[in-house]
């Protein structure tokens, strides 16, 4: 199994400022990482698919990167809205794994 | 747009099945090239991927959960369901069905839709 560690757990941020959260995987799964947003009581919603692709409706500030084993999404000039847990997901490999979240609270 | 809702019972006793269904809508679930899944979160937890089934009835399950787990697709109703027996109070989560698209850039899927969840509690 896969195992996705992301860091840091938790993160306390001003508004505009950058976040950056990490995914490391305990094995290579090439660019077949995806990232996704929880507000409280909702759904997950994805946010980049493959790495680094971004999606149709999310906001540009949010981006991601890295291959292999280490992964990054970056949220640049961070909004209120963003308060949330963000979750790393590979696809490439059965079972599949989600990483264990961190939790992104606004200043 | 797809749209996926989870249906069944919100409490279940232990040593029980668990049984829930999935509708789908906005589109057919036998067309284009997709899986369907189940993931579960317990309360203040990460998620845990279930399984998945294509349309044709293939199926992947977590080994962690295999011996228990079955989920079944049923084209005629746009519905697919998860049946998880003999649970415990470890199995109390929100449950959630979800679909996988293929990305014909790298081979794989990745999961784009998620139903709204569903609480499941066990507990006599």
């Known amino acids: 199994e896969i195992v996705l560690t992301q860091s840091p757990d938790f993160q306390s941020v001003t508004p505009k400022e950058k976040v950056t959260i990490t995914c490391r995987a305990s094995?290579?799964?090439?660019?077949?990482l995806h990232w996704y947003q929880q507000k409280p009581d909702q759904s997950p919603k994805l946010l980049i698919k493959?790495?680094?692709q971004s999606i149709s409706g999310v906001p540009s500030r949010f981006s991601g990167s890295g291959s292999g084993t280490d992964f990054t999404l970056t949220i640049n000039s961070l909004e209120a809205e963003d308060a949330a847990t963000y979750y790393c997901?590979?696809?490439?490999?059965?079972?599949?794994?989600f990483g264990g979240g961190t939790k992104v609270e606004i200043k | 747009q797809v749209q996926l809702q989870e249906s069944g019972p919100g409490l279940v006793k232990p040593s029980q099945t668990l049984s829930l269904t999935c509708t789908v809508s906005?589109?057919?679930?036998?067309?284009?090239?997709?899986?369907w899944s189940w993931i579960r979160q317990p309360a203040g937890k990460g998620l845990e991927w279930i399984g998945r089934?294509?349309?044709?009835?293939?199926?992947n399950y977590n080994p962690s959960l295999k011996s228990r787990v079955t989920i079944s697709v049923d084209t005629s109703k746009n519905q697919f369901s998860l049946k998880l027996s003999s649970v415990t109070a470890a199995d109390t989560a929100v449950y959630y069905c979800?679909?996988?698209?293929?990305?014909?850039?790298?081979?794989?899927?990745?999961?784009?839709?998620w139903g709204q969840g569903t609480l499941v509690t066990v507990s006599s």
């Open positions: 906005g589109g057919s679930i036998s067309s284009g090239s997709y899986y």
């Open positions: 094995q290579s799964i090439g660019s077949s």
């Open positions: 979800a679909r996988y698209t293929y990305y014909y850039g790298s081979g794989s899927y990745y999961l784009d839709y």
């Open positions: 493959y790495a680094s």
């Open positions: 997901h590979q696809s490439s490999s059965f079972p599949l794994t």
């Open positions: 089934i294509y349309t044709s009835g293939s199926t």
